[in-house]
């Protein structure tokens, strides 16, 4: 059984005819009495999209559904459920689909410790780190951000460096092992592809 990871996904066309053609055709999938193909996720598994818009779920690895989505202008917001990671296959399958656009997406998947963004610019996910608390998530742009709330938490201050926050967290979970004081910090990988 995998560990799921939530993805999320901005499909960015070349221009906005691509991003209704997309929208429409995952909305055409989720209004169907039943999957395009037969599956274990759903009518949004992402092996149904793939085959939907013409490709084979055989050859694209799409272990995953997508769980809402959303249309603005030229882009599509899709959230999804993957194994392990996000699903590089299935991305670059619809970019193929549609010259010229473009998918950015966020993961997380705390099991593995996979955070990752490859919006290197910072379009659509411009925060770099997560705080994952026992209750809620925060997330930052900026280290600056992050220190300020980590002491304002723990009632400290705190150095804007990412050893600091680590080390300034698990001192203060030490001295208050109650389990509402979990947190674990997180940074975004921001990668190539």
Same mark, same amino acid.
């Given at each position: 059984m995998p560990n799921w990871a939530i993805t999320n996904y901005k499909f960015k066309g070349a221009d906005e005819s691509q991003a209704k053609d997309l929208y429409q055709k995952i909305e055409a999938l989720?209004?169907?009495d039943k999957p395009f193909v037969?599956?274990?996720?759903?009518?949004?598994?992402l092996g149904c999209v793939v085959n939907y818009l013409g490709g084979d779920y055989e050859t694209v690895y799409c272990r995953g559904e997508i769980s809402s989505y959303d249309k603005d202008g030229d882009t599509v917001s899709m959230c999804c459920e993957t194994a392990w990671d996000e699903m $590089? =296959?299935?991305?670059?399958?619809?970019e193929s689909k549609y010259p010229g656009s473009k998918i950015y997406y966020q993961v997380e998947e705390s099991g593995n410790l996979v955070y990752?963004?490859?919006?290197?610019e910072g379009k659509y996910y411009p925060e770099r780190y997560l705080l994952d608390m026992y209750d809620d998530n925060e997330y930052f742009c900026d280290l600056e951000s992050v220190a300020k709330y980590v002491g304002g938490t723990i009632g400290k201050e705190v150095?804007?460096?990412v050893g600091a926050i680590e080390t300034a967290?698990?001192?203060?979970?030490?001295?208050? $092992? =109650?389990?509402?004081?979990?947190?674990?910090?997180?940074?975004f990988e921001v990668c190539d592809d």
């Amino acid at each position: 059984m995998p560990n799921w990871a939530i993805t999320n996904y901005k499909f960015k066309g070349a221009d906005e005819s691509q991003a209704k053609d997309l929208y429409q055709k995952i909305e055409a999938l989720n209004k169907m009495d039943k999957p395009f193909v037969e599956n274990g996720f759903g009518k949004l598994w992402l092996g149904c999209v793939v085959n939907y818009l013409g490709g084979d779920y055989e050859t694209v690895y799409c272990r995953g559904e997508i769980s809402s989505y959303d249309k603005d202008g030229d882009t599509v917001s899709m959230c999804c459920e993957t194994a392990w990671d996000e699903m $590089p =296959e299935f991305r670059h399958f619809i970019e193929s689909k549609y010259p010229g656009s473009k998918i950015y997406y966020q993961v997380e998947e705390s099991g593995n410790l996979v955070y990752a963004t490859n919006d290197r610019e910072g379009k659509y996910y411009p925060e770099r780190y997560l705080l994952d608390m026992y209750d809620d998530n925060e997330y930052f742009c900026d280290l600056e951000s992050v220190a300020k709330y980590v002491g304002g938490t723990i009632g400290k201050e705190v150095k804007p460096d990412v050893g600091a926050i680590e080390t300034a967290i698990d001192e203060f979970m030490e001295e208050h $092992p =109650e389990e509402e004081n979990w947190m674990s910090f997180h940074v975004f990988e921001v990668c190539d592809d």
